[in-house]
């Protein structure tokens, strides 16, 4: 059901609390309206900011090896987890930005909790695991094919994702038939690799381009692990200093300033605006400190807020990732504790979580913690499903 898809949800990323893994503040629980609330990631999504050329004419090599290494921080985290956690629909759209463009990664709607063992495999009957089809190693393709569960099958998706950052062009996008890009894949072809695709001015070309072609891998076996690209990428990262890092991001901002800033001046209002937006009413005193934990939510009618919201200031706001109808008892918004997986995880897996060059906050749950009751939230609706 749609609550036990979003408890889950819910349960997964409470679980997995690092810097580069969207955190979870809590759940929205009304009769008509069920949500999970997470801090609001400004700059939208990896996908926005490839394919936005309009917005961010150009994007600084050095922020794109930043954001392909925080990706890979990411998810080796939660393939250290015990038991490992893969996310099996990895793809640019799950990849969020924050104020600074730092990645949070998003959406374990497909994830599993799966023990990593050699006696372990799909059944003959089970459906193909994973998100889009890009994106999808072609052994997951059949599924009757007995494969043991592997974290194989992100790296393959971390591939896709490489060649997107560095191209910032859409995979197979000249191809509108999936069933085309299954028999292509299937049968060994990949995307581009040629400078046609791959421009010769990307710093360490050579490098990427032998990291994405063992990513994509035929052979499961063949391909990396995360650390392993951590390993390759850490001194390529380190090759850029901290000032082109904030000179990358200042440009960005001023990008998207410039771009909303003409779209007010020729439509008279902000790109997006149309989106509707949601008034919780909350019986809270202005005067006092506002936490997630202490917020409740009360089954009123939802009202769309008027272009002047200046007398809401003092409400705090949020993002709702997924909604669905649900037919249970009225509840509140309800913050899950933040104690950390960082505790679980052994000493050899902790060895394998690598410190962040341009580290630009703690991985501890106290300051996450802190840092997402500070955050700049807002909410969206999502459609009720009939």
Sequence with gaps: SDRNHLLKE??????????????????????????IVTEYMT??????????????????????????????????????MNP???????????????????????????????VISMSQSRSETSLPEGGTIIYMPPEDYNPSQKTRASVKHDIYSYAIIMW???????????????????????????????????????????????????????????RPSFLKCLIDLEPVLRTFDEIAMLEAVILLKRSKWLYESQCIHKSGKKP????????????????????????????????????????????????????GRNNGNL???????????????????SAKLLVHPYSHSPSSDKSISSASNSASCVLRSSPIPS
């Design 10 to 35: 819910a349960e997964i990323l409470h679980k997995a609390r690092f810097s580069y893994i969207l955190p979870i503040l809590g759940i929205c629980n009304e009769p008509e309206f069920l949500g």
């Design 43 to 80: 700059n939208g999504s990896l996908n926005q900011l490839l394919h936005g050329k309009d917005v961010y004419p150009d994007i600084p090599w050095c922020l794109r090896f930043r954001i392909l290494y925080e990706i890979a921080l990411g998810v080796n985290y939660l393939h250290n």
């Design 84 to 114: 490992p956690l893969l996310h099996h629909d990895l793809k640019t759209q799950n990849i969020l930005l924050d104020d600074e463009f730092h990645v949070k990664i998003a959406d374990f709607g497909l994830s599993k909790w799966r």
């Design 164 to 222: 997107e950052v560095m191209t910032r062009k859409q995979p197979f996008e000249d191809v509108i038939n999936p069933l085309q890009i299954m028999y292509s894949v299937s049968q060994g072809q990949r995307l581009d690799l040629s400078e046609e695709s791959l421009s010769m001015d990307i710093p360490h070309r050579a490098l990427i381009t032998r990291l994405i072609a063992s990513g994509w891998a035929q052979n499961p076996d063949e």
């Design 272 to 323: 997006h605006e149309d989106q509707t937006s949601l008034n919780i009413p909350l019986n809270l005193n202005p005067q006092e400190e506002m936490h997630s934990a202490s917020i409740q939510c009360h089954a009123l009618p939802l009202q769309s807020i008027p272009p002047d919201v200046s007398t809401f200031k003092s409400v705090p706001k949020y993002n709702i990732l997924s909604s």
């Design 331 to 349: 509840g509140g918004l309800r913050s899950l504790s933040s104690q950390s997986m960082d505790e679980n995880l052994s000493v050899t897996q």
